[in-house]
């Protein structure tokens, strides 16, 4: 072999690894346009409504009951909106490996059954425009202790889970929330347990990112794919484990199992007189 030949192959090679680089920076800009466009399509659809029913609330020609019904979803599209805003402010920070101690957030330790009474109350509103009940069944959890989580993060994953079971749920069914102790392990499992819409044939593959079933695009058009995503991320810092399964009868479960204290010492501990992190 030449000595000219050697150099002019890793011009080459070179030249090659710049085309990928290039068509992966394309693939790149491509998704971040994707990426905003569905932001900016995701946020204006509820802000819009909200709109729309003030504008209603400010003729003063509505009933008592319809403007019962309206401030309703107001409240349903506001609870949207804030929940959207919350995931597209954390998609930068999952989308890098962080750990927990890179994250600004306290672990603190919480009990799960009234955080998860709370969601469904939050998200209950928009069941009902489905005639879907989201019940916490709170005696599965009495020997539940708390969790050391971060509790904003946490609760954000498992709100991503509820919405998740009420957009693709079949009207007139019920969203049940149990939790399941096992002290062995030393592990608390919260399992979402609807009915609707069918799991894809590999059942993760709802955790990736953007992804989005056939069933999905149909059932509700709108949306990023990044829900369920986010809430794997949070559930792998807290070095938990999040599942999906789905019955012959067709119930879909996600489970998500967390760790009791396996997260002490691995992050700062909210001092308890702290309120401003809860």
Known sequence: ??????PERRVLELERKCENLTR????VKAEQVTYLQNVSHQLVAPLNAIKWHIENLTEARLSVDRAKKVLRS??????IAVHLAKNFALMSNLEE????TALKEPLQSVPLCPLLINLADDFQPLGWDKSIQIG???????KAPPVLVMKPLISQAFSNIIENAVKY????????????HDSSAGTVTVEVTNRGIPLPKNFADVFERGFRSPEA???????????LYIARRIVEL???????????HGFVTFAVTLSVKGLEGKARVRDPKDRTAS
């Open 136 to 142: 916490v069944d709170s005696t599965t959890f009495e």
């Open 238 to 248: 807290h070095e938990g484990k999040i599942t999906a399964n789905m019955t012959k």
């Open 217 to 227: 695009k149909n059932k509700y058009p709108a949306g990023t794919g990044f829900g």
């Open 24 to 27: 992966q920076l394309e693939k």
């Open 169 to 180: 749920s079949d009207s007139d069914s019920e969203i049940r929330i149990t939790g399941i």
């Open 97 to 100: 490996d962080h750990a927990l």
């Open 1 to 6: 072999m030449s000595s000219v030949d050697d």
């Open 74 to 79: 107001i409240y349903s599209q506001s609870t």
